[in-house]
């Protein structure tokens, strides 16, 4: 029968001397070599395992074993009986020094002695496990600062509810909200540190004095104010633009059309004759081009920049290039003319101000265009950007070289795709007819100089035509509208980066912005055109900025950057006044579809017809269809998959597909 001993230490000596040792918690028999209880895992004789650790050979290898004991735990417990000397401090507190040369003495004694000691600044409060210790703060705070810019202080978990302050991952500092760690520490008592009285530790204690942490936003919607009327805004001065400020205005130009129409052709050839492609960069295209089989695409190249486009020879998203006129800083859209890629063409020009139609003049080409064999894009394109409130058409009819610069083929595509244009809403006073040859240069940047041209063409050249298109309009008495085309980050504009046209009124660096739908504010960091850095931008500017003092998660594209006090309304249904284009299938209520509005993508469903309107008149007829089929208008009402998302602006375009 097993009687239990009672006397543990008798019982441990007698086991060491038998080469057993046994526990005193289950009084199981272990192997002298264990250091731990086989069965329930208690350690055997800590003072003698960490006392001797440094003196015997075979138990500094176990010690290697159990390197993961910090310092502080072998202090904590070791017996007080190893103690090697009582150690007392200048405040009178006594504590001990052990084998290992760490302080330690009970954490009563330790409190006592300071809480008593009122000079100090030292508080220690029992540890609380629902709160992070000062290691977790450090820790996540180091993450944090790898992660995020020196203005955002520390990240973690919920900390100090008290006193109305988190720390959330992920969000920024509003300079407003900043609260400092020391004003916390004074009025909350659920704060925890616990500060040892060495040097470094006292440091470390400062340093954390001196952090920062984030007042929680009392409701997050809370940044948006209520809008004031549009009648009361009036612009600041700096956001008007001055005679005598000398900066060319801006033209956001599309280059659309039919697929190998040879728009990029175009783009490239003109950039190389203003100089913006070097003859060198050109003759690197022209080698490499003709390497791979694709010589005649050696202009298309400056423009189709992915291994992608030229092993396949076509655009697949929208190309951008730069180059001045007399009147304009032209900002080229080279898009995508391949049916595949229409959503891409979308995105890309809805920014324009004005187009460039160019068409392929060769004999079936033009025909293909127009979709005598199924849709087009020559038409597709010219709907979709009449659409987007493009009224300024200049019609590059291209490769005349292929047609003997024929005028009899040039007037033929004239009438014919004139009588379309005017049908999508174009004016006729608003197009420009160009008939040139990207390919040859002829008529791109002077007259043209083969006679089989100039003999019967004596309007502009395109650079000319280009430079006389009427200026854009550009509203920069309106408040801030920046729709954004996408959201970025990079070494020069920072974590969170814009980019997109501005719409409406002015910004500059230095200024709050709105960012919706989201509703937080954020701080106009840096702004850059073309690349390099400037002070403001206007109505009109296509441009980057870096945003300060926001979450990213808080900016996507689609979204808009507005003025602080006049946000644009965010919607979850919309009743939208339509135009049917050339559909084969009729459209019924219920249809799912994508909507674009600007350049936001959203979800959609028709919900209901609420009324057809007469192509005339445009009154709402009496008869309320189920369907609607091509070339019908009607107003409809729609109701889009995430409530909230999308943002109005009151030059929305819209579109669905
Ligand atoms: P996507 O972007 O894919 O729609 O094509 P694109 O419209 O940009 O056409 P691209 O510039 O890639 O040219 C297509 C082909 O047309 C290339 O082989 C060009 O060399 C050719 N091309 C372009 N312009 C001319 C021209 O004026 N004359 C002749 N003969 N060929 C041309
Ligand atoms: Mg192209």
Known sequence: MFVPKLDNRSDLESSRNSGLWQCSICAHGNDERHISCELCGVLRDLSLYFNNALEVEDRAKRRNKHYSVSVLARSLFSPSSTMSK?????????????ATGNTHATLDVLHKTYMACKGRRINIVPFKFDTPSPDDMVTTGLKSSRNFRNDVCIAGKKAVDSDNCVIEKGTTTDPSSLVKLDEIGEGSSSSSFVVDCHNETLVLDHELQHLSLERKPKKSKAKIQKPVSFSLYKPES????????????????????????????????????????????????????????????????????????????????????????????????????HKDFVPNMISGTTQSDAAVLVIDASIGSFEAGMGVNGIGQTKEHSQLIRSFGVDNLIVAVNKMDLVEYSKERFNFIKSQLGIFLRSCGYKESAITWVPLSAMANENLMTAASDTRLSSWYDGNCLLKAIDTLPPPHCDVLKPLRLPICDVFSSQMLGQVAICGKVETGAIRSGSKVLIMPSGELATVKIIERDSSRCKLARAGDNIAIGLQGIDPSHVMSGGVVCHPDYPVPVASSLELKILVLDITVPILVGLQFELHIHHAKVSASMVKILSLLEHKSGKASKKIPRFLTARQTAVIEVSLKQKNQIVLLPITRLLFL
């Not at 659309?256 to 913006?276: E, N, P």
């Open 86 to 98: 009582d150690v007392i401090f200048s405040d009178g507190f006594k504590a001990s020094r052990n």
């Open 238 to 337: 700096w956001m008007l633009q001055h005679e005598d400020e000398d900066t060319p205005r801006q033209l956001n130009l599309a280059i659309v059309g039919h697929v190998d129409s040879g728009k990029s052709t175009l783009c490239g050839r003109l950039l190389h004759a203003l100089g913006r492609i070097s003859k060198k960069q050109m003759h690197k295209y022209d080698k490499e081009a003709k390497e791979k089989g694709k010589g005649s695409f050696a202009y298309a190249w400056a423009m189709d920049e992915s291994a992608d486009e030229r092993e396949r020879g076509i655009t697949m998203t929208v190309g951008v290039a730069y180059f001045n006129t007399k009147n304009y800083h032209v900002v080229l859209l080279d898009s995508p003319g």
